[in-house]
């Protein structure tokens, strides 16, 4: 068994090998450029281009057109942010999000309100979830997008996403989702979900860094986006530069195996992770953050009385890899916004960590990591309490 346990598959996977091994070709006999239109190379790359746009849209149920490649989702968020607020400008200059949302969102809305946009920041509640009535009543005629991210990078949250895409249609207002967290782990279906703009990544699927997509929708209604990045006139006039053919192509790879094996991966992976939460929870005041019932499958963010995460995160670092909701900056550590937001005081968002399970993850890792975890945690406890 490899060491450190690697639970930390929200901040990145894996490649899959038969990702990598899809891959490969495209680095040295395949090297095209997909824009090369007067050649053997220029054409097989275009051709394994397009597969991957199929390939993708295939795994969120879109139409091939409506994907755009990008070099990954923060790129992805700053097209769909920008994009909508330059191009429907005439019609307002109001956006919707959440508090909690990732800080791709965040702070490019702060970017757009020194740009004169008008940012409404929604609170949660205590599970992490946003109240519908209340997002309504911030709509207004000059509201022009609602930006909801599907689930959350730290608690594992998943929002009600057909419903806000409903009062959103109900108002005619653009519904953009950042799926990066969701996509390939659950269900996403952007016709069904009613979703007018989309955001995912390969490498949280077990694909490669460095690309990324944007969906956007070509009808009901059409979307419109002004390019954030000019040059050759790539990808439909939305995002120029030389396409990235063999990440794209492991992207293409890593969406149909995600499409294939989904469904029997969440549920391995959710009684995993439910084993590992229930063997912790006993350990007298360790508790689950967010929403219990509205989460996805393999994420768990445990909040441990009287224990800092960064201690716990030091007395297994060798043993176990995971994440605390902090980010540390010098020698500050600042509590993790997204738990503050969901009512939590310093004490707690600094004493929790985040545990991503995934693909690679087995039973036999699970069992060392509870091992550990309850060794470090009676320690450190001990200590606490001599």
Known sequence: MQLPVYL???????????????????????????????????????????????????LINSHPKEIIFTSGATE???????????????????IITVSTEHKAVLDTCKHLEKLGAAITYLPVNNEGLIDMEELESHIK???????VMHANNETGVIQPIQKIAAVAKKHNVLFFCDAAQAAGKIPVNV?????????FSAHKMYGPKGVGALYVRRKDPRVRLIAQ??????????RSGTLNVPAIVGFGKACELCAMEMNAEAERLRILRNRFENTLLPLDNVFVNGSIQHRLPHVTNLYFEGVSASRLLTGFSKSIAA???????????????VLKALGMGNERANNS????????????????AIKI?????????KEWHP
């Not at 994440?323 to 509590?335: H, K, M, Q, R």
Request: aromatic letters at 8%.
């Open 76 to 94: 992805s968020i700053n097209l769909a942010l920008k994009g909508v607020h330059e191009t429907y400008s005439s019609k307002g200059n109001h």
């Open 323 to 337: 994440s605390s909701g902090s980010a540390c900056t010098s020698a500050l550590v600042e509590p993790s916004y």
């Open 229 to 238: 990045m000019d040059g050759g006139g790539h990808e439909n006039n939305m």
């Open 141 to 147: 005629p000059a509201t022009i997008l609602i930006a």
């Open 353 to 368: 960590l985040r545990f991503g399970l995934g693909r690679f993850t087995d039973d036999k890792q699970i069992d060392y």
């Open 8 to 58: 930390d598959n929200n901040s990145t996977t894996p490649v899959d090998p038969r990702v990598l091994d899809t891959m490969l070709p495209y680095f040295t006999r395949q090297f095209g450029n997909a824009a090369s239109r007067t050649h053997a190379y220029g054409w097989a790359a275009s051709e394994a281009v397009e597969q991957a746009r199929q390939q993708l849209a295939s």
């Open 373 to 381: 975890m309850t060794e470090t945690i009676k320690k450190l406890r």
């Open 191 to 199: 016709i069904q979900d009613d979703i007018s703009l989309l955001s």
